[in-house]
């Protein structure tokens, strides 16, 4: 029996997007481990002033990258995002809506559920 993937609200992980196909392992979750180094575990429905403010700090999520199977987000996606990078768009105001049940427990240690929340 294995242990199951736990989310913000101490329940069982669910997927957070198909298509686009999202995750550090693109199985549509926001799961991690140690390969991880980013932490791609908040599970967030883009804007287009999320996307343009990642793109103004170095993190081009607009483009499509076909070699990474990336086809580029555009306004509604839902996505894995780094939590350090929600956590500075939330700062900026502008981290996009996160879907509780899809994020993952781990996100609680660069930020809180009242943050993860607002």
């Known amino acids: 029996m294995t242990e199951k993937t736990l989310n913000v609200l101490g329940t069982e992980l669910i997927p957070c997007s ?23 575990v908040i599970c967030a429905k883009v804007t287009q002033a999320f996307l343009d403010f990642s793109l103004r700090q170095g993190n081009d999520l607009i483009t499509p990258r076909p070699e990474y199977r990336f086809s580029g987000l555009k306004n509604g996606d839902r996505w894995c995002l780094c939590a350090l990078r929600w956590k500075e768009a939330f700062e900026a105001g502008v981290a996009p809506k996160v879907i509780l ?15 993860l929340q607002a």
């Open 101 to 115: 049940e899809s994020t993952h427990q781990k996100a609680l240690q660069f930020v809180t559920l009242e943050q």
């Open 18 to 40: 198909y298509d686009p196909l999202t995750g550090f392992f693109r199985d549509g979750c926001c799961k991690t481990n140690s390969d991880d180094r980013g932490s791609h």
